[in-house]
Every structure is written in C-alpha cells, then in structure tokens.
T-cell receptor, first 114, second 114 residues
Framework: NAGVTQTPKFQVLKTGQSMTLQCAQDMNHEYMSWYRQDPGMGLRLIHYSVGAGITDQGEVPNGYNVSRSTTEDFPLRLLSAAPSQTSVYFC?????????????FGPGTRLLVL | AQSVTQLDSQVPVFEEAPVELRCNYSSSVSVYLFWYVQYPNQGLQLLLKYLSGSTLVKGINGFEAEFNKSQTSFHLRKPSVHISDTAEYFCAVSEGTGGFKTIFGAGTRLFVKA
C-alpha cells in the first residue's frame, strides 16, 4: 500500500492564481481531511469528508474548496491564491468516521504564494 | 468547544535523560486523546491514543502518556530519550461520531542533545 499520497511536494504561486492540491489514499478509508500547518499554530482543519459525495467545513475553510467524487481522492482547490495561504498542507485519512480513529497523514505539500 | 494547549513550545534535553511533554485540553464532553510525532520533512504519525479504560497508555518507541480527567491533562513521557527522538510532537483531541473534527495543539519541538 502506498498509504496517503500528495502531489505536488512543492509549489510556488502568484497572488490570484488557482491550483489544485491532489490527495489519494489506497486504504479504502471513509474519512479524509485537509489541514494546514503554520509555525506556532499546529495543524488546523480546513475541510473534511466522511465519504464519497459528503464534505464539510473545518476551522479555516475560507478560500478553499473540496469535493469527494470517489473514496480514494480528495482534492483541495485554491480558487484565487493569497499570500496568507502560504503554508504546508497535509492530507489525512482514517478508516472510520468516529473520533476514535487514527489518522494517517500524507507527506505534505509546501505552498508559497508570492 | 474543544481546545488543546501544549505548555512548552521547545524542550531541549540531553540524551538518555527523561522527558515530559505537557498537554492540557478543554472539552464539554468525553474526548479521545492522541499524541502524534512529526519527524523533519515528514507527515505526522501516531504515537499513542487514549480512548477509554486504563489511564496509562503505552505507545511506540518507548513513549507513554497518562490521562488525568480531573486536571484535563494528557502528558507524554519517556524515561530515556535518544537522539532519534528529536522531532515535533502534537497533542490532539477529538470527540463525537459521524464526522469528527480533531483539534491539534501548537506542537512541542523536542531537541535531544548528545
């Protein structure tokens, strides 16, 4: 199993550009989520999904869109990038949708918005 | 609303010394508690978790944590650290079912010196 994979590893954008961060998992996990990691702030939840076709907002959803058309994939879209979105983004998945589940994290995408 | 406070942003310690990383949480309901570790340039991985039962939880790499409900704490300990334990450690709390949200602390950077 590859686990949770993320592409790209690094990306530089100009303000106003759009892009999609890709996330895929091959563990048939129901739950998937996106976090951003900023220094001194830990990980903050952006969006999450409890299954194909079902998504919901986390703590910091503004400026980001998600969709979940398949169990495996959970892309994160930045419609109009802003410097405040410079961060490291992590995708995670877990087997079930209860709070007891262990989350499995991808390697992250480093995003710089100029 | 749930929240997590990690009381130390950085903890320097000499190799083979004991270490404690402190975590306090707040929540109005029963919670599940986690410690994750992040090695440089990697995603997070689970160290241990408390779901119910015994308040002393043992995890990987010789780490353990104790759940203290009256003090709303979940401190992480290791009796003798190694250079390879140098990493960032995150305490996290989640609650509920049917679409959970995990809240992470800001992280504690453990630096083990020779």
């Amino acid at each position: 199993n590859a686990g949770v994979t993320q592409t790209p590893k690094f990306q530089v954008l100009k303000t106003g550009q759009s892009m999609t961060l890709q996330c895929a998992q091959d563990m048939n996990h129901e739950y998937m989520s996106w976090y951003r990691q900023d220094p001194g702030m830990g990980l903050r939840l952006i969006h999450y999904s409890v299954g194909a076709g079902i998504t919901d907002q986390g703590e910091v959803p503004n400026g980001y869109n998600v969709s979940r058309s398949t169990t495996e994939d959970f892309p994160l879209r930045l419609l109009s990038a802003a410097p405040s979105q410079t961060s490291v983004y992590f995708c995670a998945s877990s087997r079930g949708t209860s709070g007891q589940e262990t989350q499995y994290f991808g390697p992250g995408t480093r995003l710089l918005v100029l | 609303a749930q929240s997590v406070t990690q009381l130390d942003s950085q903890v320097p310690v000499f190799e083979e010394a004991p270490v404690e990383l402190r975590c306090n949480y707040s929540s109005s309901v029963s919670v599940y508690l986690f410690w994750y570790v992040q090695y440089p340039n990697q995603g997070l991985q689970l160290l241990l978790k408390y779901l119910s039962g015994s308040t002393l939880v043992k995890g990987i790499n010789g780490f353990e944590a104790e759940f203290n409900k009256s003090q709303t704490s979940f401190h992480l300990r290791k009796p003798s650290v190694h250079i390879s334990d140098t990493a960032e450690y995150f305490c996290a709390v989640s609650e509920g079912t049917g679409g959970f949200k995990t809240i992470f602390g800001a992280g504690t950077r453990l630096f083990v010196k020779a």
